[in-house]
């Protein structure tokens, strides 16, 4: 059964951190691009960094030197470290394949001046 469980969210302050992670079954994760997207209040959702099978990774240009993605093939997980967050980093993030065909319920990011 697909299925996604995103975790790690809650309130920072400016210049803070949070580390997300996300629990992916076997059949969404297996040799995919997987990839973290944020949907920030009224606006749509958007890809903010992907990482291939092999550990290749691609960001947004808003993040490229404070979040960093990575995962663990062994244990189908994909985690988001988030440094130097900013207001403008505030959403729900969400995880799934790149293209995403599959969405879980998503874990909130607020970051607070």
């Known amino acids: 059964q697909a299925q996604l469980v995103e975790s790690g969210g809650g309130l920072a302050q400016v210049g803070g951190s949070l580390t997300l992670s996300c629990a992916a079954s076997a059949t969404i994760f297996r040799r995919n691009v997987m990839g973290w997207y944020r949907q920030a209040p009224g606006k749509q959702r958007v890809l903010v960094a992907s990482i291939t099978a092999g550990g290749n990774t691609n960001y947004k240009d808003s993040v490229k030197g404070r979040f960093a993605i990575s995962r663990d093939n062994a244990k189908n997980m994909v985690y988001l470290q988030m440094n130097s967050l900013d207001v403008e980093d505030t959403g729900v993030y969400y995880c799934?394949?790149?293209?995403?065909?599959?969405w879980g319920k998503g874990t909130q990011v607020t970051v607070s001046s």
């Open positions: 799934s394949r790149n293209p995403p065909d599959f």
